[in-house]
């Protein structure tokens, strides 16, 4: 019978499908979600579809665990297309844990470069070094989460893929697919809303596939189940979305409270001496861009005058006085977490050797050198703009 959200559940229901001997019984959930009896078909129709058509990515042409570890923890925050070259090089570069677990920490910083979110990098060489020294990798998500850095996410998705670790992804796609498929109307943030959602997806989950499962409910929500537009009639769990019976699948779930993004400005000061540019390292610990070059830098006032500003910040941060102060050379604008920043660099000669107690180490070093060393996407710029290579 054909309904306003597609195929009826009941018709669907009776299908070919059948239930997994693997698959467990089915978690109670207060979400409206199919009842028991419509599982195995629903299940086959979620799985039916991802066979047809899943896409062809890299790393589901291996079941290499250290393969597959590396793809999810590039995807936590970066796009599945820049992923797709930034994976294939990493994965060249570092071909195994043991090689990547023995690689200097800069160097896996340096090939991070452009993913953003450095601590990414940072954990997966810690996580390497523990999986080099135990000399297997976990079987279980338990076992993965013990690892630096390794969060329920990447644990249940690396487990289930690699090992058939029957464990229930849970990210903002399988979010988003759950409160359509169930009608539910609250934001999916927060800790209520996360255990309900975590139960909901265990019980969904297909025993049998568990790795195949958790891709395909993802990939539903990155290609079908969008958040504007939900393509409902290319959908295979059409017949059991309460979302769709509404009539507006889309406002489902309801849109949490985002905090407004402050802005600041920020001057860098360029000092240099010869061909060498003064450059400064983050503590390993930072929040932000931790083990990264980076020129003398910090807050400013805008409304400041920009030589008085531009000494403070030479002071402060290099322990440098400066002789003369140029106007800005560079201006970037980027996004960190959730502060809109607009940094301006400029040069300044200034006599001595710094010191700098907020960072880990300086150094003279050309824009070529520099360009060698780990830092972040925009400092990165900036050292390609003093080499005159461009900004
Ligand atoms: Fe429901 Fe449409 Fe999303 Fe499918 S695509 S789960 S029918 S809202």
Redesign the pocket.
């Known amino acids: 019978m054909r309904t306003r959200?597609?195929w009826s559940a009941s018709a669907a229901a009776s299908s070919s499908a059948t239930t997994s001997a693997c698959t467990p019984a089915a978690e109670a959930t207060n979400l409206r979600l199919p009842p028991d009896d419509q599982l195995p078909a629903f299940r086959a129709a979620l799985l039916d579809w991802f066979d047809r058509g899943r896409r062809d990515l890299p790393w589901r042409a291996t079941k290499d665990p250290y393969a597959i570890w590396v793809s999810e923890a590039m995807l936590q925050q970066t796009t599945v297309a820049t992923v797709q070259s930034r994976w294939r090089a990493f994965i060249e570069r570092f071909p195994t844990v043991r090689a990547l677990a023995d690689a200097p920490l800069d160097d896996v910083l340096a090939q991070w470069r452009g993913l953003g979110y450095y601590q990414r990098a940072r954990n997966l060489h810690a996580a390497a070094q523990a999986v080099a020294k135990a000399g297997a990798f976990p079987r279980t998500a338990d076992g993965w989460r013990a690892l630096p850095g390794v969060g329920p996410y990447a644990a249940a998705a690396v487990a289930s893929i690699a090992f058939d670790d029957p464990s229930a992804v849970v990210d903002a796609n399988v979010k988003r697919?759950l409160a359509?498929?169930a009608a539910r109307e609250e934001p999916v943030e927060g800790t209520r809303a996360a255990k309900e959602l975590a139960a909901a997806a265990r019980r969904l989950l297909d025993g049998a596939r568990p790795g195949d499962w958790n891709q395909a409910v993802m990939e539903?929500g990155a290609t079908?189940?969008s958040p504007r537009a939900?393509?409902?009639p290319r959908?295979p769990?059409?017949p059991w979305?309460k979302?769709?019976a509404t009539g507006a699948?889309e406002r489902f779930p309801a849109p949490s409270a985002k905090p407004a993004k402050d802005s600041r400005t920020d001057l860098a000061v360029a000092v240099r001496r010869g061909d060498r540019v003064l450059i400064l390292r983050r503590p390993a610990e930072a929040r932000h861009f931790g083990g990264m070059w980076e020129l003398p830098r910090a807050a400013v006032d805008p409304a400041l005058h920009h030589a008085r500003e531009a000494a403070r910040v030479l002071r402060e941060v290099a322990g440098l006085e400066a002789r003369s102060i140029g106007d800005a050379i560079l201006t970037i604008r980027h996004t960190v977490m959730n502060s809109r920043i607009e940094l301006r660099v400029c040069a300044a000669e200034a006599d001595g050797e710094p010191a700098a107690p907020g960072h880990d180490e300086f150094r003279w070093a050309t824009a070529g050198e520099w360009l060698a060393l780990p830092s972040s996407s925009t400092q990165h710029r900036v050292a390609k703009a003093l080499a005159g290579e461009g900004g």
């Open positions: 959200a597609g697919v359509r498929l539903l079908v189940c939900p393509q409902c959908c769990v059409a979305c979302g769709l699948p």
